[in-house]
């Protein structure tokens, strides 16, 4: 995602057909890497909480007594 980033940056100072072309190709490609990134930032959230959620029961039973 960096390297796109830096060369919309590049591109976006270049004034020639092609580069403006080019431009519009990795400002698509970027959009659509930056959309599954926060796809998959979501879904390790979702994870993490729900890990985080069964720590918190797992610690729960520890607490309790054996018979």
Do not use: C, H, I, Y
């Amino acid at each position: 995602m960096m390297r796109l980033e830096v060369e919309e940056a590049a591109l976006k100072q270049e004034t020639d057909d092609a580069s403006e072309a080019r431009l519009s190709d990795v400002q698509k490609t970027l959009a659509d890497v930056k959309e599954k990134v926060n796809g998959l930032t979501a879904r390790w959230e979702d994870e993490k909480q729900a890990l985080d959620a069964l720590s918190a029961k797992k610690t729960e039973l520890d607490k309790l007594p054996v018979n």
